[in-house]
T-cell receptor, first 112, second 110 residues
Framework: NAGVTQTPKFQVLKTGQSMTLQCAQDMNHEYMSWYRQDPGMGLRLIHYSVGAGITDQGEVPNGYNVSRSTTEDFPLRLLSAAPSQTSVYFC???????????FGPGTRLTVT | QQPVQSPQAVILREGEDAVINCSSSKALYSVHWYRQKHGEAPVFLMILLKGGEQKGHDKISASFNEKKQQSSLYLTASQLSYSGTYFCGTEIGYGNKLVFGAGTILRVKS
């Protein structure tokens, strides 16, 4: 099993550009989530999904979109990148909210 | 809604013990603990559920005081490998999302 995979590992964007961060898991987990991590602020939830076709907002959803068309994939879209979105992004999956979350290796995004 | 972790940072020598606390201003249904080493992804340590159930690694000890809306993580006989940042995540409201604290940096010296 590959677990949770994320691509790309690093990305540099210019302000106003859009892009999609990819996340996939092969553990048949229903619950998936996206976090951003900034120094001194811990992990902040952006969006989450409790199953294919179902998504909901987390603490900091503005500027991001998600969709969940399959159990395996949960892409995160940045609509118009801003310097404030410079961060490390983690995708995670679990069998449920109260299950062990498996985190992907992260994507380090810089917006100039 | 973010839980408050204390201390913010702690330095130990190998073999010493430490306690990391996590407190919330709202009623909790579960508390989750993760450890993250520098440049790596967070790794699961333990989940404590309302009602007393716990799921996690045998070598990790933690408590959950539902009335006080607090949890504590106990690290005994610390090893160099315990170094990292510890995060607590809290489920506020049944079936809701997890909100993580800002983290506690633990450094174990030889």
């Amino acid at each position: 099993n590959a677990g949770v995979t994320q691509t790309p590992k690093f990305q540099v964007l210019k302000t106003g550009q859009s892009m999609t961060l990819q996340c996939a898991q092969d553990m048949n987990h229903e619950y998936m989530s996206w976090y951003r991590q900034d120094p001194g602020m811990g992990l902040r939830l952006i969006h989450y999904s409790v199953g294919a076709g179902i998504t909901d907002q987390g603490e900091v959803p503005n500027g991001y979109n998600v969709s969940r068309s399959t159990t395996e994939d949960f892409p995160l879209r940045l609509l118009s990148a801003a310097p404030s979105q410079t961060s490390v992004y983690f995708c995670a999956s679990s069998s449920g909210l109260r299950g062990e979350q498996y985190f992907g290796p992260g994507t380090r995004l810089t917006v100039t | 809604q973010q839980p408050v972790q204390s201390p913010q940072a702690v330095i130990l020598r190998e073999g010493e013990d430490a306690v990391i606390n996590c407190s919330s201003s709202k009623a909790l249904y579960s508390v989750h603990w993760y450890r993250q080493k520098h440049g790596e992804a967070p790794v699961f340590l333990m989940i404590l559920l309302k009602g007393g159930e716990q799921k996690g690694h045998d070598k990790i000890s933690a408590s959950f005081n539902e009335k006080k809306q607090q949890s504590s993580l106990y690290l005994t006989a610390s090893q160099l490998s315990y170094s990292g940042t510890y995060f607590c995540g809290t489920e506020i409201g049944y079936g809701n999302k997890l909100v993580f604290g800002a983290g506690t940096i633990l450094r174990v010296k030889s």
